[in-house]
């Protein structure tokens, strides 16, 4: 099995639609249905979304203008007051949903909890004046760094609740991204726990706070909130840290949710692009909420008796939005794993739907391709007829995974939602809705009514059919990022001008590249830039070459993905050593450690390999074209002669 190729993604012709049964079941039921939507939506965005606003959300005050845009930056239903953790929960305490399950919790070890949107709320508004005890205000920062346990969803609505923006950053992160993070937040507390389980072991992630706090590491942060879950030996500094559950017991359970103004900041989320350091998101308050309530409705097709299962961790996009905001703001019934599929018990994912009966479930391509290898046993043996929507996400999915999805998982009833979305556009943008949309496998299908999707060329202009080119978003949506955190020239020159505006039309640039075929289908191929994708998880070469050259041993470093089996993209670095030191395997093994020292496990390189020199241009840059030929053990492809020096090429090919 591999990656999509554009040959095998030209040669994908079969289509599968929705049975009839599900169709008339469905929110959206045709693909006329879908037409009808959509073409109402292009033809008078604002008046669609403020249609949706009012129907569908809970409002402390309405808004006098749905859209104000000032390109690049836009404002969604200014002067609305709204609350994005009402909106989650006490909104459903006045309808029998008061006594339903809102977030079901299965955890690694094989404990469990339920707890029903009563009991949520009431934790909810608990932690939250343990924050305000603590002295956060609204505006303030609030850092979390979280195992997959139901108190990350709590703090995250507790900081919402009271209007502090939280920050979350993903468990796997090091000590040193988890300081970055914060330092640029300027966060005034963080939460955690002792430890998170991931298959099988214990990750120390108080003592990662502990590293990335030592030496006044991260200014501002006053306070330390420790869940206690793994419950090995810690240090507590006293002062500075807590345990949550001697706080939490005996506050309050009383917390009115503060009126927000549509866009005041809900959270900043760190993601990796092309250039420096990671860039923090920014989402606001009214128009995530809305375009994340809305899109799952629909792509996701909800019903209130659904128990939904979305397999990604809090601490990305995915999580947030469609763990977390999406599914509580429909009175859902969210389902958190903090599991993942392991040799050890390879078929836990398949054992936790059978004892919830799941109904929807999210992953993304590369769980599937390591679900693929463990076999189909697994599946087999257990009872999977719950299920009746399965989505993908993360990466371009390739027809023999979505074919063995739909086939083993789904019993080929199941609808695949594949969603092509960012942690910038907030929630999906292209996806199908399963009981109007037919399928094709490695498609994510048509753009979701209000969003204006194209494939252009550098210029901007429209590329023909089948021609690949850039995907772009020609109008704003209510989901989008508003800024990079700090920093609004950055948001402005990734996003915006990348391909320049044209009589003052702007044009979003995704990063990625696509096309679409003679149906209008969208095909996403995958990033364009120096971005890639390590088991859905997005890293920029260039932070892994910093923290390689970070390393004394390093002179230079050069980093690309190779294509991978099961992770889609993994990361393989060429370096150059200082003068007088040698290459040898233990120093290979000291640099990858040193790289998942400075950023994470996520960013392990699967192999570096030393080299006297890079192949560079006459002017100095790296022909990374050729190092990815090299990588994947191709034949370097194309033109190569403005190297500066072919012999490097040919002493790196020896190397091979
Ligand atoms: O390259 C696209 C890929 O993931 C990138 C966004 O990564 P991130 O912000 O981490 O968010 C991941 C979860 C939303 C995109 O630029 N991507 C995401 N979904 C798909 C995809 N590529 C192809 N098909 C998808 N369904």
């Known amino acids: 099995m591999s990656q999509p190729t554009i040959e095998s993604i030209l040669q994908e012709k079969r289509v599968f639609s929705p049975s009839s049964e599900f169709s008339q079941a469905a929110h959206i039921k045709s693909l006329q249905e ?17 249609e949706l606003a009012a129907s569908e959300l809970h409002w402390f005050q309405k808004w006098d203008k749905v859209l104000d845009w000032q390109p690049p930056f836009a404002q969604w239903f200014v002067g609305g007051k709204i609350n ?64 997959m346990i139901p108190e990350a969803a709590i703090a995250m609505l507790a900081c919402a609740r009271i209007g502090a923006p939280h920050t979350v950053i993903f468990g796997g992160f090091s000590a040193e991204a988890l300081k970055d993070r914060l330092v640029d937040a300027e966060a005034k507390l963080v939460v955690t726990a002792d430890g998170g389980w991931r298959k099988d072991k214990i990750v120390p ?101 659904d128990v939904y299962w979305c397999t990604a961790d809090v601490g990305w996009i995915t999580g947030h939005s469609y763990i977390v905001y999406g599914p509580l703001s429909n009175g859902a019934t969210t389902l958190m794993y903090e599991g993942a599929p392991r040799p050890s018990n390879p078929g836990c994912l398949w054992d936790v739907v059978e004892k919830y009966g799941v109904n929807i479930f999210y992953t993304a391509p590369t769980a599937i391709r390591a679900l693929i290898k463990m076999g189909e046993e697994h599946p087999n043996a257990r009872d999977l007829s719950s299920l009746r929507i399965l989505g993908t996400v993360g990466e371009p999915i390739n027809p023999e995974a979505w074919i063995w999805y739909h086939r083993i998982i789904g019993g080929e009833r199941c609808p695949i939602v594949d969603t092509w979305w960012q942690t910038e556009t907030g929630g999906f943008m292209i996806t ?49 990022m508003r800024t990079v955190y700090g920093n609004p020239e950055r948001f402005r020159r990734t996003y915006w001008e990348h391909i320049p505006p044209k009589d003052g039309k702007y044009l979003y640039f995704a990063g990625d590249g696509a096309r679409k075929d003679e149906d209008g289908y969208f095909w996403v191929m995958g990033r364009v830039d120096d971005v890639i994708n390590v088991s859905g998880h997005r890293l920029g070469t260039m932070e892994v070459e910093s923290a390689l050259v970070s390393h004394p041993a390093v002179a230079e470093a050069a980093v690309v993905g190779k294509p991978d089996e099961v992770k889609g993209e993994d990361v393989f670095a060429f370096v150059t050593l200082e003068g007088s030191i040698d290459a040898s395997e233990e120093l290979e093994k000291e ?32 022909m990374r074209r050729l190092l990815r030929n090299l990588a994947a053990g191709e034949e370097v492809a194309g033109d190569t002669s403005t190297l500066e020096d072919r012999s490097v090429l040919d002493k790196l090919r020896g190397g091979a």
């Open 205 to 305: 992630l108080k003592e990662q706070v502990d590293k990335a706090l030592a030496n006044n590491g991260a200014p501002t942060v006053e306070n330390v909130l420790v869940v206690k879950r793994t419950a090995q030996e810690i240090t507590m500094e006293p002062g500075r840290d807590h345990w949550w559950h001697d706080l939490q017991a005996g506050v309050s359970g009383d917390c009115p949710a503060e009126p927000m103004d549509s866009e005041d900041m809900l959270f900043i989320l760190y993601t990796s692009g092309t250039t420096g350091k990671p860039k923090g998101v920014v989402h606001t308050t009214a128009g995530y909420n809305l375009y994340t309530h809305m899109t799952l409705k629909w792509a996701f097709d909800l019903k209130d008796t």
């Open 591 to 622: 640099l990858k450690k040193h790289v998942v020292g400075e950023i994470g496990a996520i960013a392990r390189p699967g192999e570096i390999r030393f080299t006297d020199a890079l192949p560079k241009t006459r002017s100095g840059k790296i």
């Open 432 to 480: 199908p809705l399963p009981g109007a949309t037919p399928t094709k496998p490695g498609s994510a299908t048509f753009p979701f009514p209000g969003i204006i999707a194209d494939i252009v060329d550098l210029e901007g202009n429209p590329v023909e059919d089948n021609q690949g080119g850039y995907l772009v978003v020609k109008h704003p949506w209510p989901g989008m």
């Open 34 to 50: 879908y037409q009808q939507v959509y073409d109402r939506a292009k033809a008078d965005p604002e008046k669609f979304w403020e």
């Open 84 to 147: 994005i953790s009402y909106n989650c929960l006490d909104r459903h305490l006045t309808t029998w949903r008061r006594n339903k399950a809102a977030l079901i919790w299965e955890g690694e070890p094989g404990d469990s909890r339920t707890l029903t949107y009563a009991q949520l709320h009431r934790e909810v508004c608990q932690f939250a004046n343990v924050l305000k005890q603590l002295g956060v205000k609204k505006g303030d920062r609030v850092g979390l760094y979280m195992p």
